[in-house]
């Protein structure tokens, strides 16, 4: 079982920049397929970014492609998503997920964490 908890969400204004943390506890961890996504009020749930289990191949949304960093520490069981030059189109739950087979599956979530962003 993998139990996932986001954590650094909030409020800021355009052009600001935010990190969130994912812990996970569980076996396997490096050995997991990572992304984070995000669901605005209204809208489906999108995939923002995804991060292999070494962290050697990444993935980004156009949306959020230059602007947003995933990396991952294998050391400490976390994955991170570095979000820079936020808009207003960027508010949203942010939700990371665990794929442990690496099949883009993604098995685990974790609660979410709220950014909103201000123009």
């Known amino acids: 079982q993998v139990q996932l908890v986001e954590s650094g969400g909030g409020s800021v204004q355009a052009g600001d920049s935010l990190r969130l943390s994912c812990a996970a506890s569980?076996?396997?961890?490096?050995?997991?397929?990572m992304g984070w996504f995000r669901q605005a009020p209204g809208k489906e749930r999108e995939l923002v970014a995804t991060i292999s289990g070494s962290g050697g191949s990444t993935y980004y949304a156009a949306s959020v492609k230059g602007r947003f960093t995933i990396s991952r520490d294998n050391a400490k069981n976390t994955v991170y998503l570095q979000m820079s030059s936020l808009k207003p189109e960027d508010t949203a739950v942010y939700y990371c997920a665990s794929s442990p087979d690496g099949s883009g599956r993604y098995d685990y979530w974790g609660q979410g964490t709220q950014v909103n962003v201000s123009s």
């Open positions: 569980g076996r396997f961890f490096s050995r997991s397929t």
